[in-house]
Structures are given as structure tokens and as C-alpha cells.
């Protein structure tokens, strides 16, 4: 329970949007300069203010403009930024020790969130964990795993897929630009077949019928027995919020049951209470043979894991997995700290919350102008897809100039989509309704303007 000394959520600052210089201010622009000739011109940003401070559903930045945060630094901090009980626990852990290397002396901190995560993620069969820095490290590793207990070495990844940016999730990831432009040659043994993507579905398909369509593919170009794993994001996330139609993930894992592949859910996103249930994957009841996560887990601190079935976990020799970093002692102490206020604090209802609020403001806004093709996504997880009036045909120029919009009225939304089309929304899951409101307001706004 949260104590009387420990707030769940940071509520020190104050819960407002407030621009008290352009955006970006002058100190903001000061420190960019810096930035363009010390950081490399490879990593971008979205919105060029320079963070101070943050917290509930704000960012304040160092010309003391408070922004509206629908971003939670992609899905991050879900529990608020600098959570009370996540900064004490750091703070905790950091006087003891920084590291020591769980590959070297252990510690307990560690087996503690492996044992959260093999609780929490869905299915109640014997679990085992491992520990990674990156969401991508977990992918990878994930894909590692499939292929040593299958002896197989064939990985079926997905139409609008992101798995991240190491090579082989690149070579997962589907989007060429900007994450794999120039940057091959890619991992080999990966095999796109076409997702559920019920908006844009060529053939109309329904969830049971477009797996069908995916697991003929797979049946005839590569062979079920040459399949280690299907590797799907139950609601997709950089690839467009795209959400499968219903049966589509059951139908997927029901196949590698059946025929012997490892069935992968990358909850990198969608996970730790995003949708409104602890992972996507739980609202249609499947369980997947291993789950990715990292982003919401930890409240901020890199940290990132694989769970799943102990048999295949287990199935790795030792010293085959593993990393300098990996499970880091402070990254552990706030996770813990995290998930607990995800329970305290009822986060899957606080999701929905922020869906029954936001969905019906997007809708209006969608039949008033037209613009916006497609409402969809699941409890905070939420996304418009803006089209041409009239059709289907991507508008990536009208998403940009809303989200422009937005940032330059200090709300922080991003774009996604394969098409560049897509404004997602992904506040902290502690936001209040009155903010939330107000950053909707501007962003309809924005898009009845255009
Ligand atoms: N799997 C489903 O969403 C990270 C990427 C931002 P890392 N998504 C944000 C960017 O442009 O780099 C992500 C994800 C899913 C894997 C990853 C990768 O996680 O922690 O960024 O490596």
C-alpha cells in the first residue's frame, strides 16, 4: 500500500500546460546547437525541448514551459514520471551497491522481478526469466532461445512489425526507413508473412481467416517443421497501433502448438498495464510460449526481460545467455517499486479510464473532419489514422502538421504508422482528466484547423 510518506504518483508539480516562452524556448535552442555538432546527427528527436523535470502528466523544460505528456517517453513511464515510490527505491538501491554482475555475485533484487514477471505475464505453467537492458536485447534473445530449444532456425515476423534495432531486430522489424536504410546486410532465416491489420485488410479478412492467410504462407513457402518461432506484438506498436482482429492471435498460437514453434509475444509496448490488462495478450486469453518486455516495466530505468515456458527457458546451456548489464541491481529496485504501483494504483483500470475519455473525442473529431480514417487501439495504447477525405490513402502530411501543432501548443504526441500516418497516444497512466482533456482539445483542435 502506498504510505503516507511515499505519494503514488509525483504530484509536486504543478498539473498544468503552461508555455511561457515559444517552443522551443531560447534555452532549449541554446543546448540544441550544442547538440548538432556534439551528438550525432543519426539519433533525432521529436520535439527539441529540453527536459527539467516531469512528472503525473507533465513535462516541464528548461525554460520552464510545462508540456502535457501523451508520450510517456514511448510508453515508458506509465507509472509517472519519477514515480515517488520508484525515485526511493533507487535511491535505496544505489547507496548499497551499482553493480556487481549477476553473471558474478547475484543478487536478490533479480530473482525477485523474475519471479513478478513469471506471476504476472499470462499462463500459470512453470516460468523461468532472463534479464536484458534493451527491449531489442530481449527480442533478440527471445529469438535466440526459440532457436536452441527447437533446433529449428526459421522466424516468422509480421507486415508493420517493430522488434527494434540491433541486426537481427532489424531484420525482424519491417519499416525500412529510417531504421534499416543503408544498414544491411540483415540476419538471414526471417520470413514476413502479412498481418491482421483490419482497417487496411486487402481481402476484408476477419482475425481466424487472415492467421489462416499467414499460416499458408508459412505451410508453403517455409515449411512448418523449419519454424523456431512466430514473433508477434499483440497490438502493434511503431508499426501503427495496428490491433489484430479478434482470433487472429489464438489462431497464430494455436498453430505453433501444433506444430512445434515457439509462440512469441512481443509485449515490449503493450505490456505492464498499457492496454488495461497487465499484457495485451491477456484479452484474448492467449498464452504465449515466451513474452518480451521492457519500456513500463521499470518505471524509467532501462531494464528489460524474457519470460516463458521453464522448458524452453531451461533449455539453454549455462552462460548462454546473458549480458554485463543485464538485470542491473538499481533497474531491478524500480521495477519492483514500479510494479507495485501499477497494483496499488489499479493501472488496468486507470487505462480504460483514459480509453472510455479518449475515444469518443477522436471519434467526433474523425466523423466532423473526415481526416481521420481509422479510431482504434486498446485502454491508453490509442491511435487516429489520418487518411485523404473521401479514401483509405495514407495522410502522412496531415499527421505531421497535427503533431507539429500540438508540440508547438505544448502537447507532446507522437506519429507511427508504416505510412508515417498514424498519431498514437500513450500518456502516463497516472494523468489526471482534466489534462488529458485539455491535450485531446488541442490536438482536435489541431485537426479541425487543417
Ligand atoms: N519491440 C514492440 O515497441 C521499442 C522504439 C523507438 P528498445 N519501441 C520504440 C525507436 O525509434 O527506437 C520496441 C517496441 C517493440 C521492441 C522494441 C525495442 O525496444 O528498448 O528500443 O530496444
Not at 505451410?219 to 501503427?240: C, H, K, M, S, Y
Not at 505453433?256 to 512481443?266: L, P, R
Not at 505510412?419 to 491535450?439: W, Y
Amino acid at each position: 500500500m502506498t504510505t503516507a510518506e511515499t505519494p503514488a504518483y509525483r504530484s509536486d508539480l504543478p498539473q498544468q500546460r503552461k508555455l511561457v516562452t515559444a517552443i522551443p524556448g531560447p534555452k532549449s535552442t541554446a543546448i540544441h546547437q550544442r547538440r548538432s555538432v556534439a551528438v550525432s546527427a543519426g539519433v533525432a528527436s521529436t520535439l527539441p525541448v529540453y527536459t527539467a523535470d516531469a512528472g503525473g502528466g507533465v513535462i516541464v523544460d528548461v525554460d520552464g514551459n510545462s508540456l502535457i505528456d501523451l508520450a510517456s517517453g514511448i510508453a515508458v513511464t506509465s507509472v509517472g514520471n519519477a514515480a515517488p515510490k520508484v525515485v526511493a527505491a533507487v535511491r535505496e538501491s544505489v547507496g548499497h551497491f551499482t553493480h556487481s554482475c549477476f553473471m558474478v555475485t547475484p543478487y536478490d533484487g533479480y530473482v525477485q522481478v523474475a519471479e513478478k514477471l513469471n506471476e504476472l505475464t499470462p499462463g500459470s505453467h512453470a516460468k523461468r526469466s532472463a534479464l536484458f537492458n534493451s527491449g531489442s536485447e530481449a527480442v533478440e534473445n527471445a529469438v535466440k532461445i526459440a532457436r536452441l530449444a527447437t533446433g529449428r532456425t526459421a522466424v516468422v515476423v509480421f507486415d508493420h512489425a517493430y522488434h527494434g534495432r540491433t541486426n537481427l531486430t532489424m531484420a525482424l522489424t519491417a519499416k525500412a526507413a529510417p531504421y534499416k536504410k543503408g544498414f544491411g546486410p540483415f540476419a538471414g532465416e526471417i520470413y514476413r508473412v502479412p498481418m491482421s491489420y483490419p482497417f487496411r485488410d486487402p481481402d476484408g479478412l476477419g482475425g481466424k481467416e487472415a492467421a489462416e492467410r499467414a499460416i499458408s504462407i508459412i505451410n508453403t513457402q517455409i515449411g512448418a517443421d523449419q519454424v523456431a518461432a512466430v514473433l508477434v506484438e499483440p497490438i502493434q506498436g511503431e508499426g501503427g497501433f495496428v490491433v489484430p482482429a479478434d482470433g487472429f492471435l489464438p489462431a497464430l498460437s494455436q498453430w505453433c502448438t501444433s506444430s512445434g514453434a515457439v509462440f512469441i509475444a512481443d509485449e515490449i509496448q503493450s505490456g505492464f498495464c498499457r492496454t488495461g490488462d497487465w499484457f495485451a495478450s491477456d484479452h484474448e486469453g492467449v498464452v504465449p510460449d515466451l513474452v518480451t518486455t521492457a519500456k513500463g516495466m521499470a518505471g524509467g530505468l532501462p531494464l528489460a526481460g524474457v519470460t516463458g515456458r521453464a522448458e524452453l527457458m531451461d533449455a539453454v546451456h549455462g552462460g548462454g545467455l546473458g549480458g554485463t548489464y543485464g538485470g542491473n541491481p538499481i533497474a531491478c529496485a524500480a521495477a519492483l517499486a514500479a510494479i507495485e504501483t501499477m497494483a496499488d494504483l489499479d493501472l488496468n483500470a486507470a487505462a480504460k479510464r483514459i480509453e472510455g475519455t479518449a475515444v469518443p473525442i477522436l471519434q467526433t473529431v474523425a466523423e466532423q473532419t473526415g481526416r481521420i480514417g481509422d479510431v482504434r487501439g486498446r485502454g491508453a495504447m490509442l491511435a487516429a489514422e489520418f487518411v485523404i477525405p473521401g479514401t483509405t490513402d495514407p495522410d502522412p502530411a496531415v499527421a505531421a502538421a497535427v503533431a507539429k501543432a500540438c508540440h508547438a501548443q505544448g502537447v507532446v504526441v507522437l506519429t507511427c504508422g508504416t505510412f508515417g500516418n498514424v498519431i498514437r497516444l500513450l500518456p502516463p497512466l497516472v494523468i489526471g482528466e482534466q489534462l488529458l482533456v485539455e491535450g485531446l482539445g488541442v490536438l482536435t483542435d489541431a485537426v479541425r484547423a487543417i
